[in-house]
């Protein structure tokens, strides 16, 4: 008889677990302007003002129950990731992957070095994983720290475990990196999981030069992903409807607070006895 989450669930550092609606957001990233700044500029070509790369990501989990082959320290095979947002490859931006696992993992620090960037295990307990992106050096001189929490078990505790149907647990994210290189801006301004802006007339790009320290044998092809099948599909007018959604809840809360305030207002003129009339 498979054992409920509740029983499990919280042993390992028990975190505050969001739920499964996959959540958004932007997340900005500036180059520093120290002297680093100066030789990056001397390597990848003068910065274009006032522009911005979007690079959509999608950041989560996929849990499996082991079923009859659940011990009570393995009873989950899952896999963390980070991914494109329609499974693009992200090496063109990405250069390396750290995840930082619980501490009672052998070797909790792992690094992923190419695509596709994730990471399997077994286990038993939730906990929250740390996921650091280095970029590569044209990109971004520093790190992005992402923070998920491992989730394997459904939301609804009562319910019997599934060894066909896995949890999963996605955030959706879109970098923006700021002021980006001619050199960069023409490497990646025809790469599809890379979003850029028209540039200005009369611009002219330098040849695009490939990426640094890149092994072309470890590339993959993370459309044919053998986990695709789960992922959730994010876009970014999906995103901008959620927004809208999200802001006329809110003004619609709004509009009855203050319909609720003015009416208490008439209620508090009407007892005023007459001499504060």
């Given at each position: 008889m498979p054992q409920s989450s509740s029983t499990k669930k919280h042993v390992q550092e028990p975190p505050d677990v969001t739920g499964p609606n996959p959540k958004s957001q932007r997340t900005k990233m500036v180059k520093s302007s120290d002297d680093s700044d100066k030789k990056f500029v001397q390597n990848t070509g003068k910065k274009l003002k006032e522009l911005e790369v979007g690079v959509p990501i999608v950041y989560g989990n996929i849990a499996f129950w082991l079923g009859k082959k659940a011990s009570e320290f393995q009873s989950h095979k899952w896999t963390v990731y980070v991914r494109g947002a329609t499974n693009e490859d992200l090496s063109v931006v990405v250069k390396r992957v750290v995840f930082q696992l619980h501490s009672s993992f052998n070797n909790p620090t792992r690094v992923v070095d190419g695509p596709p960037f994730e990471l399997s295990e077994c286990g038993w307990g939730e906990f929250e994983i740390v996921i650091t992106l280095h970029f590569h050096?044209?990109?971004?001189?520093?790190?992005?720290?992402?923070?998920?929490?491992?989730?394997?078990?459904?939301?609804?505790?009562?319910?019997?475990?599934?060894?066909?149907?896995?949890?999963?647990?996605?955030?959706?994210?879109?970098?923006?990196?700021?002021?980006?290189?001619?050199?960069?801006?023409?490497?990646?301004?025809?790469?599809?999981?890379?979003?850029?802006?028209?540039?200005?007339?009369?611009?002219?790009?330098?040849?695009?030069?490939?990426?640094?320290?890149?092994?072309?044998?470890?590339?993959?092809?993370?459309?044919?992903?053998?986990?695709?099948?789960?992922?959730?599909?994010?876009?970014?007018?999906?995103?901008?409807?959620?927004?809208?959604?999200?802001?006329?809840?809110?003004?619609?809360?709004?509009?009855?607070?203050?319909?609720?305030?003015?009416?208490?207002?008439?209620?508090?003129?009407?007892?005023?006895?007459?001499?504060?009339?």
């Open positions: 050096t044209d990109v971004c001189d520093k790190p992005l720290h992402l923070y998920h929490h491992l989730k394997l078990y459904p939301e609804d505790e009562s319910g019997p475990l599934s060894t066909k149907k896995p949890v999963v647990v996605e955030s959706y994210d879109e970098i923006v990196l700021a002021e980006p290189s001619e050199a960069f801006f023409a490497r990646v301004q025809n790469h599809p999981a890379v979003s850029v802006p028209r540039l200005p007339p009369g611009l002219n790009l330098p040849p695009p030069v490939p990426i640094e320290d890149v092994d072309r044998r470890k590339r993959s092809d993370s459309k044919d992903h053998p986990l695709s099948q789960w992922f959730t599909n994010f876009s970014e007018a999906d995103e901008l409807l959620k927004l809208t959604a999200a802001r006329q809840q809110v003004q619609g809360h709004i509009a009855r607070l203050r319909r609720q305030l003015s009416l208490i207002e008439g209620q508090h003129q009407q007892l005023k006895p007459a001499d504060d009339l």
